[in-house]
């Protein structure tokens, strides 16, 4: 099962919370000694700039001497 969580600071440590279904779909209890595969994911900035519109000739860099 591969599930998505975010981290938060809790004193010194980052923890990060298992989702209801994902507990309840693997059985794990209080206490229980789990194995996590844990991966940094890349930020998508797709579609954040939906505003800007397209470029025009003038918004080009213009060759240097």
């Known amino acids: ?3 998505l969580v975010k981290t938060r600071k809790v004193g010194g440590s980052i923890m990060a919370l298992l989702p209801k279904n994902a507990v ?3 059985d794990i209890r209080g206490n229980e000694l789990i194995k996590l595969e844990v991966k940094k994911l890349k ?3 797709f579609g954040k700039l939906k505003g800007i519109g397209r470029f025009s000739a003038e918004d080009e860099l213009s ?3």
């Open 63 to 65: 060759t240097h001497d």
């Open 24 to 26: 309840e779909e693997l």
């Open 1 to 3: 099962m591969e599930v």
């Open 43 to 45: 930020k998508d900035f």
